[in-house]
């Protein structure tokens, strides 16, 4: 039976450096035999109470031999920390007084040096991202607008080519809107829901728009077919929500990385979906994939040799958009190699005060993919 404690008075001394890093006597093990929760920390060493709850856990070989692989990772971790770690003095940052937009897209002016960072004096983390989102929002925008003006057929499908055209545009320019205010906890509190929202429209929208060029705007279609993806990625946007709204900002706001991810200038911090992480990569793995649910009814409407073109036109895209997400959230390349000081060195630009970070890298497959969709559609519409 689990047992409470509530250790109210007790003050602990406890030095933050990012999520992964939690400086402690207490190994990792104890930690997850105790099932510890501090309350939140901010940057640097404060002093707080905290309270935990005791579950004894189940002896095992395998818990076991998890526990020592956690102790040398600590002990890894560690060592890097003693590198001179510190986000007190990170770039990400934006300081009272000072535009998120000038900071983000132009010069970001902390009031110190950075002399090891990869981002030069004046860069910032996401300038990257935020600008090639930006291109390729305006870009699909202005392209939706003088797509009106190509000799197109008046159909459901054609009218949904530009619809998704749109999505796709005003997705991006949400997910600039959400980078340049990145740095603010507080404005990425919303903006983050913002940034998710356009991604999940842009998915339906461009669903949508699939199933009406496979079927002929609707041939025979059941109402099901239609609504399957936008209703999967309604619930999916509806659970992120009340997530957001049932969790503490306080309980959200986290630090990148680790290492010496603040001596380089690569240290970030955001809104997580930490325990939720999983939920979200797994729901837009399954809406991204939904359109070969439709493999059938372009069997039915074209012939063989147009579908294999057509969803071999689609399959590139598909296969850009799992590897952006692959790179992102699981290899994290090149950030962890450049802020363990391995590099690759030739990803940045001290001038520009930039890098290709895994999420700028995912941001550039995003619209390259993108692009070939919309490639993919106006070849199938031609058909
Ligand atoms: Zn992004």
Redesign the pocket.
Known sequence: MPLSFDLAGVSVAQRRTSTALVMSPVPPMIFQSLDLKFSKPTHGVHTKPFTFSFAPPTPTLRRSLLNVIDIKSEADQCMEVDRGDDPKHDQYTVGPGKSLCVSVFCRHDTGRMHPRSILGDYGHLERS?AWI?LIGGLAFVMYTGLRQLLDRPDTTANRLVSTACAATGVAFLF?TV??TSAPSKRWAYWTRLL?YFGIYFAIAVGGVCDIAIATRGFENVAMISIVDAPLAAVITFVFFVLRRFLTPSDDTWEGYLGGCSATFGLFRLGHLDLEHASTRQATSFIVVSAYFVSLPQLFRIFDDQDVVLVVALQAVSFVMIIGGMFLDNLLVWPDIGISQGKGPSFLSSKKLGCVCSS?AI??LLAVCASVWSVASREAAIAL
Do not use: F, G, I, K
Request: net charge negative; aromatic share 22%; charged share 10%.
């Open positions: 991202s989102h997910s959400y980078h940034d999420h995912w941001h």
